[in-house]
């Protein structure tokens, strides 16, 4: 039995970067719903269809792009950008039912945003910001690791950077990381859940001391915004030991680095994991770009590694298990708390909802 | 849940080419029930017996066979060409019920046909023919491919040839094949199924034209004829525009292949694509035989993964799903309503039959 | 549905050689229970734990040794060699509860064998002896392979030798294995089969020509000892036609070797097969030693894939299946009573047991 966590329909989901939506259809699988993304031939913006043709099933995804017609590779079923179906072979009448789900879509900050649910309750502007992903001054390297593990896990994992100790030790990691209490901050009805861990006197990461030029002790904040169910940031600042910011809110000794990690359940068991890491610090030092770019690709990795390895593990349960939560999991529980309510309210019908 | 045809019992099947069947032990697993096929040491024939060792059930097809004994790999418990068992390790006294079942099987045509169902009930008269495959005058190029889908996915497929231009546009598909209407037959009691489609003025694909050196504007018709459930024949004629055939049935400007293709299901969700192209022109061009050999064998292979992702896609349907039929897909629904009414026939218990 | 054979718990296993078990954690999986062995800092005993951290259930295995702890690889969890947790990230306070299983762990003859069941039932007098793996005058080549079989199915091979003639030929096996009868003898309360075959005048295979030097026609003894559910021992002798031991005992023109398996169960349709070839002649020439290794585990091999096959092809059985078993089977089918009367007894609640 594979470890899962339900699904919370009637929000908005990161199913792409930016750049990975073209001309070229792209098929993503986001909470068990087949998309096919592409981008329309004249005004650029992004498409969202069911990834399925109504004729004999085959994934859009595997066919091409004709001017704003999406062709099924198949048999040629054709499509518009509302799905409808323009075009079939070997006769004039197109069937009226002849129609797959367009998806509400929106790119912002970088982000391909789609809404997975009714429709109608799509509000774009509850789309949490992410604006250093796209922000003059900032410099941002980024990836996405399809991870076979329930989407919980991830946010169990990136909830609690104790781990960063253990499992990215060497890394990002020092046992400052897992000796500091932490705080945290839930707000139920925003869906959002922020923990805080103020290390004062701490070693130096390779990951920031070789990007940074950081040789000695540092003071090292990290200040995690997670709005459930996608969307995690990690605010991050490290200066020598002592340098706050000044009054005026200058921060001439400190380095700010925004890491984003979009969150977005595929199938049961496997989830998107968008990785970012943004700075507006050597901003035009293509080694520490690169730096950043490998470094934390290793980190993400690990975590891909394990996660993988905790789902088989806990699939292999043969009967049920339990868990031991203590003060670190405060923020991991309350995220489980706020997931567990999406759920329960994107289940509802629509008419309660509206 | 995998997406599976019931299979049809008390009917005839291709197991292996002629060549395939010899005095190494071959393994086929054909609607659920495992064989091993070889050929007997002293008149030559295909022999068909059930490949488990009754002892504890290893395949004898891992076996050799010592003249006209098949020796299992594991113990040595050997059976003759009926099934019976002839010796066991151990002791002199072999056991009364040491016995596998054997297969009525019958070569024609260069193909192995086996029985599946009632032996009793197995009429050789009753195989339909492909004489093309073993005629003098006739060279054909020819393989196998194990394909994980549905046997019912490849009867679509085949039935369907609406596909080619965009499945195998640039090899055999050309718009012409997607826009000509289709003309369909059905003989619901002999379980024949006749597609054709004339196109009087078409494109030559590569296929033909390299083959052929025809190089202008051609007429092109394509007959199918399905004797369900297992052998598909596509009879096709290309000739420049405007040449056909003399009066007399001479047909010196057209060129006929005849495509032959056997559906054999395999076990739920695997089936045994047979493929073979036949031509009387060029018979003696050693370069059209290994371009046909190589260009069939990439369009049988689109066909392939085309159908290997098919049956994953509709294997991951979370709920019930529909198709929308149009006109091309009269020819495979009827197909399907065949083998429907054979699957019925074939399950029913043998007093009944006979 | 996999072929299974339950599980016969309140018995010792070997989960490792002991040159396996040092100050890397090993995970092994027996009867389904996750352990992680690894060797105490201060005394070097073995220890066995629990596999799974009590926190959020990773593995230990993948963890790292610091002194006597073991620290879980994801957020650091801490415990020592009795399963006690001392150690959790981000605070002093250890919740009392936090604790793993251990498990009595006991090393003899180079094996270290593991108690799955009650601890309180742990007696280590019951553990059968294999001395010649770590006596003195005997030299031993060995090693494991993890079996993806049923291990019902490995006790069934070992049982039956008469396959050595089928399926190890050109090996170990000559046709006088397979023809010579067996005589077996049962000890059901000891839990013990015993089945010997002597071949009076057979050919010498190559396992023991090349190693021993014999080049004519051999007198070749095999005694089987099975100790359900885990040891198994042959004792073999072979020489000359006609050379027996002399009335002291002394064997100066005999070689005696000594096979050993323990048969560890992993998880269902998995098993862990420890292999060991031990002799006292030969013993200073290394060119004896490696070819026995090579050519032996070129022999365990042939089993593993036999027996991965059978595993499959028992597996896609559609329905239920007979075996016919004949006299070569009589140790077989003991050693199956008794793995099932092992099981039955250590399904029982313990207050019955003790």
């Known amino acids: 039995m594979p470890h899962v966590t339900a699904f919370a329909r009637n929000q908005w989901y990161v199913a792409a970067y930016r750049h ?3 001309r070229e259809p792209l098929g993503r699988t986001l909470l ?41 590779g198949y048999h040629g079923f054709a499509y518009d950008r509302t799905g409808t179906c323009v075009y079939v072979p070997g006769q004039k009448r197109v069937p009226r039912t002849a129609r797959v789900a367009s998806y509400p879509v929106l790119e912002q900050d970088s982000l391909v945003w789609v809404w997975i649910g009714d429709p109608a309750l799509a509000d774009p ?47 990002i990691g020092t046992p400052e990381v897992a000796e500091t209490p932490i705080t945290t901050e839930v707000d139920e009805d925003a869906g959002l859940v922020r923990v805080s861990r103020h290390m004062d006197d701490a070693e130096c990461p390779s990951f920031y001391s070789r990007s940074t030029g950081l040789t000695g002790r540092i003071t090292r904040r990290q200040h995690i915004e997670y709005h459930a169910p996608c969307l995690y940031l ?63 690709h290793t980190v993400v990795m690990q975590d891909v590694d394990a996660l993988n390895l905790l789902q088989r593990t806990l699939g292999s349960e043969r009967t049920g298990y339990q868990e031991l939560s203590i003060g670190i999991d405060t923020g991991g529980l309350a995220a489980r708390r706020i997931l567990a309510r999406l759920v329960e309210e994107g289940d509802k019908p629509a008419e309660q909802v509206r």
């Open 32 to 72: 068990g719903e087949p998309l096919v993304l592409y981008r329309d031939a004249e005004d650029g913006s992004p498409v969202a269809l069911h990834d399925r043709c109504v004729h004999r099933r085959y994934p859009l995804s595997q066919g091409v792009l004709d001017g704003n017609r999406i062709v099924c």
């Open 234 to 296: 990690l605010h991050s600042r490290i200066a020598p030991v002592g340098a706050e910011p000044e009054p005026d809110g200058s921060d001439p000794h400190g380095f700010r680095t925004e890491i984003t990690y979009a969150i977005t359940p595929s199938t049961d068991g496997a989830v998107y994991d968008f990785w970012a890491v943004s700075r507006n610090w050597a901003t035009n030092d293509p080694e520490v770009t690169e730096f950043l770019r490998t470094s934390n």
């Open 20 to 22: 990975e939506v073209g």
């Open 125 to 171: 502007r509850t789309i949490p910001r992410a604006r250093h992903l796209d922000a003059p001054g900032w410099v941002t390297v980024r990836g996405m690791e399809p991870v076979d593990a329930d989407y919980g896990l991830l946010v169990d994992n990136l909830l609690d950077l104790s781990h960063e100790t253990y499992l990215h030790g060497g890394y």
